[in-house]
């Protein structure tokens, strides 16, 4: 057989004289770097770097160093690109790869920095006063009218569409993440920590499993176009409904989860065939226009009783024409999702290749809406590398109403970004279906450090609200001149309608 | 004056041809009658919905001009709804366990994302029927347009079945992942065209397509396998041809007389080789 021009891209170090030859990290690999005869021996090639074994190690006897195998430098042709070729010179297939994009595109929410109150305009200490971060997802109607309330104050007046809308206590939900893409377990913390923080999260495209149905109150279901486990009941049982048309880690591509992972449990969520590939691919096969869109949109509606229908897309080129058109259609809200948002699977040149980042799109997306005067009719989701609280207030204030995070929520579940999803053999039991990694996620335990994370960007966004000298956050949203760039070229600031620091 | 959504409740008044009010409805025991004449979708839609919920079993809707989502989310069975005019699209999307039939034509979207129930069209119907559809049974007299039967898939128990009684466009049957899909060519408007466009199949995973005549090779997609139907393939045809024939007023024997075409997928994975991992 052929010998692979791929050398190992880690080595695994154990230090025998530590190490109790208890084969913890035989167990704990998914990967199966490590074989045993009477201690453990690493297989260099098959680690991921995932750290599993390490945290796991009673005697912290074992280290993974980056294989330091020295390439003649040649800044044209990275050692990554290199082996790009010899790999497919290998295998003749399409690099396949997960999570987000790691090359280094500029950080544009790094370059923009929070305004803060000072003498004049007092800042308001959070610790006393009430910071509402309360928010609603939904359209909101152009007017309002008010009725006497009987005891000598005002209410709504007759039917404004705003009962309809959905109530988030923070301004953060959970991505969409697909049951066979990450496991049960996983979408049980998501939804338990969705219900204990007043969010929402999503089920992606996987369809929605009978244990999250006591947390449908705080579920986003999605249809995709695969219509994968989409049925009355689905529609009936989601706080809102989700078209999912893009993704921005894989703008203009489909899902495909591989038979092999598609087990009982999966076909019987997803309502498709065991063993058979799931292929959803990027179009809707009833969808080619604004018009076909806005018909999806309003079978929706007519069948879940007039539920909020929102539309995901990737941030792409001329992103704001197209979110106009998706408003225009009826869509509730708009998820825009940027090109450095994860995903389960990918074609590694679509995921580092295509898409635009989501500071951009959003900015864009918001003016564009502001100025044809629609920007009521629909609310923003944001999303695409939230990475902190900081990115969440930028997003706000750029024009999100709501983030989205899906890769933080799963390094908050154990996920090292090794970037391997897509095998199915995640060794920290999220995204996998095997049984003997899928335990090692206690649904509780999950749910726990989820509901952590949310407080703390929670608590965090209350702080910097504070600074702010505002008391809601639906004061800080396309509030841009709370914002400063600091070495953003021009022609961005001006998409971006930030001025540079100093002015 | 209080400005509202269109989309949540609509002025009365005259938009697009249609009005905003509630239909006019007569009832006879539990059988009704709907008066659709220029009735907007929405209140046709909310009355065929009362009146199940009111114990109604057979609904008539007369005067239908291009009304969208006829059934659409419909989640009751032993209700029968009868279409008089042109259903629009998306009738019976979503529907589980509805039985619905049109004496007319329909537009596209007939059963789209269905999961149980049974739609006859004595017509014509357009694109993108049966579109993810899981259960239940479409049948369709005459011709049909583009991505006819597009992701069908079966799941446990349920096997979706559609019958198309003339001749389909291109992508008949494209990523289908189950259930069972016919063509007959019979009832046409075209005798010139072919029975059936370019990428019949393509993609094909699950399932199985029927076809009365043959295909060529270069019409169907790289993934099927193209075979004359065999004597076990027509025992599990048989009996929905028959149920198709009794629900048109047509002749079983006349439609079995001719032989089959069996297009089926060769794999259930066509794609797991084209990906490396990195």
Redesign the interface.
């Known amino acids: 057989m052929q010998q692979t021009f791929v050398q190992p891209e880690f080595r695994v170090k154990i230090d025998y004289d530590k190490c109790h030859k208890c084969g913890r990290c035989v167990q704990q690999c998914g990967w199966g770097v490590y074989d045993f005869n009477e201690r453990p021996i690493p297989h260099d090639e098959k680690c991921r770097a995932c750290h599993r074994c390490v945290t796991y190690c009673p005697a912290h006897c074992i280290t993974i160093e980056k294989n330091t195998l020295a390439f003649r430098d040649n800044d044209n042709w990275s050692t990554d690109a290199r082996k790009a070729v010899w790999k497919q010179a290998e295998t003749g297939g399409v690099l396949l790869t997960s999570m987000g994009n790691p090359r280094p595109y500029e950080r544009i929410f790094d370059k923009l920095v929070l305004d803060a109150c000072q003498v004049t305009n007092p800042s308001i200490d959070p610790l006393r006063e009430p910071m509402e971060l309360r928010t609603y997802l939904g359209r909101k109607s152009d007017s309002v009218a008010v009725e006497p309330n009987g005891t000598g104050g005002f209410k709504l007046a007759g039917s404004t569409g705003l009962e309809r809308n959905v109530k988030l206590d923070t301004p953060i939900i959970f991505a969409p993440m697909s049951y066979g893409s990450v496991s049960l377990n996983v979408h049980r913390s998501l939804a338990m920590a969705a219900e204990r923080c007043g969010i929402l999260m999503n089920t992606g495209e996987g369809g929605l499993h009978e244990d999250l149905y006591p947390y449908q109150d705080n579920v986003i279901v999605q249809v995709a176009s695969g219509r994968f486990g989409v049925s009355p009941e689905y529609l009936q049982r989601g706080a809102a409904i989700e078209i999912k048309i893009g993704q921005g880690a894989k703008p203009g591509i489909g899902g495909h989860l591989p038979g092999e992972k598609i087990d009982r449990e999966v076909s019987s969520t997803r309502m498709i065939p065991q063993g058979s590939d799931a292929i959803s691919p990027a179009p809707h096969h009833d969808i080619y226009s604004i018009e076909d869109l806005r018909q999806l949109i309003y079978a929706l509606k007519e069948a879940s009783g007039y539920k909020t229908v929102g539309v995901k897309i990737a941030a792409v080129h001329n992103v704001a024409a197209i979110a106009s058109g998706i408003v225009r259609a009826g869509a509730d809200y708009i998820y825009l999702d940027g090109f450095k948002g994860g995903t389960g699977a990918a074609p590694q040149v679509i995921r580092d290749h295509i898409g635009i980042p989501i500071e951009i799109a959003l900015a864009a997306v918001d003016q564009r809406l502001r100025d044809e005067g629609i920007r009521n009719q629909t609310s923003i989701i944001a999303a695409g590398s939230i990475r902190s609280s900081a990115d969440a207030a930028k997003a706000i204030a750029l024009g999100a109403d709501v983030v989205a995070i899906g890769t933080a929520t799963l390094l908050a579940l154990g996920c090292h970004l090794c970037q391997s999803c897509h095998t199915g053999k995640c060794s920290w039991g999220i995204t996998t279906q095997k049984p003997e990694l899928t335990r090692r996620i206690d649904p509780e335990w999950g749910a726990e450090r989820l509901t952590n994370l949310i407080h703390a960007w929670s608590h965090e966004l209350q702080e910097i609200l504070g600074a702010l000298g505002v008391n809601a956050v639906e004061s800080l949203r396309g509030s841009r001149e709370r914002l400063r760039s600091v070495g953003l070229d021009e022609q961005t600031c001006r998409i971006l309608g930030v001025k540079p620091a100093g002015l | 004056m209080?400005?509202?959504?269109a989309?949540?409740?609509p002025p009365a008044g005259v938009i697009e041809g249609y009005r905003y009010v509630a239909p006019s409805i007569e009832r006879n025991g539990d059988a009704v009658t709907i008066d659709a004449t220029g009735v907007y979708?929405?209140q046709l839609?909310d009355a065929v919905r009362d009146q199940i919920a009111a114990g109604a079993k057979t609904i008539t809707l007369s005067g239908v001009n291009g009304q969208?989502?006829i059934g659409?989310?419909?989640?009751v069975s032993g209700v029968k709804v009868e279409v008089q005019g042109c259903a629009g699209?998306?009738m019976a999307?979503?529907?589980?366990g509805t039985e619905i039939e049109v004496f007319g034509n329909a537009q596209?979207?007939v059963g789209?994302?269905m999961?149980n129930g049974r739609v006859v069209v004595h017509g014509d119907a357009g694109d993108?029927l049966g579109?993810?559809m899981?259960g239940g049974r479409v049948y369709i007299k005459g011709d049909v347009g583009y991505?006819v039967g597009?992701?069908m898939?079966?799941?446990?128990k349920?096997v979706p079945v559609l019958v198309c009684g003339g001749k389909a466009r291109d992508?008949f049957g494209?990523?289908m992942?189950?259930g069972m899909l016919v063509l007959l060519g019979m009832n046409t408007r075209d005798e010139a065209q072919p029975i059936a466009g370019s990428f019949l199949g393509a993609?094909m995973?699950?399932g199985v397509i029927y076809v009365r005549g043959t295909v060529e090779p270069w019409q169907c997609g790289a993934e099927v396998g193209i075979t004359e139907a065999s004597e076990e393939d027509l025992a599990e045809l048989r009996p929905v041809i028959e149920d198709y024939a009794t629900a048109m007023g047509m002749d079983a024997a006349e439609i079995l007389a001719r032989p089959f075409t069996r297009i089926a997928p060769m794999s259930?994975?066509?794609?797991?080789?084209?990906?490396?991992?990195?």
């Open positions: 209080m400005m509202k959504p989309s949540v409740a979708y929405q839609n969208r989502y659409c989310g419909l989640r699209n998306d999307m979503f529907g589980d596209d979207g789209n994302t999961s993108v579109y993810g899981r991505r597009i992701h898939k079966a799941y446990e349920l992508f494209e990523y992942a189950g993609g995973h699950g259930h994975r066509p794609y797991a080789k084209l990906y490396a991992s990195m």
